[in-house]
């Protein structure tokens, strides 16, 4: 019957819907600090998005693993998934995203010289 299913989501936004769902709640655990939890929602959120093809969301689902990284030790790879995530959002013209991506392109490089060079003084990153 017309309008039968007004109001509902065609079965394709489903995917996309989960995958957003698993990116909120990486977030929550990387801000709650289970950053075990929030690498694998943020893996399965990423391959969810590269899937479906959601570009925005894929960038998202990189930086926030990107940000997990950091957090637990592993800067050289917090920096190259925030490059990734910024390459993405300059091609979707996000540029609050891609400013953000930038700043934590900039505290995996402090880090990573800090592990490098214990001496060196490391700055805040600029904005921070």
Not at 99 to 106: R, S, Y
Request: glycine letters at 8%; one cysteine or more.
């Amino acid at each position: 019957m017309p309008g039968e299913n007004a109001g509902q989501h065609p079965w394709s936004e489903i995917p996309v819907r989960r995958s957003g769902l698993r990116r909120q709640l990486a977030t929550v655990r990387r801000d709650s600090g289970d950053y075990e939890q929030a690498a694998s929602l943020s893996r399965q959120a990423l391959t969810l998005f590269r899937e479906t093809g959601f570009r925005l969301g894929e960038a998202d689902a990189l930086a926030n693993l990107g940000a997990v990284c950091l957090e637990t030790g592993d800067p050289e790879l917090a920096a190259d998934l925030s490059r990734q995530a910024l390459d993405l959002f300059r091609e979707i013209g996000h540029q609050v995203k891609e400013a953000e991506a930038i700043t934590n392109i900039e505290k995996a490089l402090l880090a990573l010289t800090a592990l490098i060079d214990p001496e060196t003084d490391t700055a805040e990153p600029v904005g921070a």
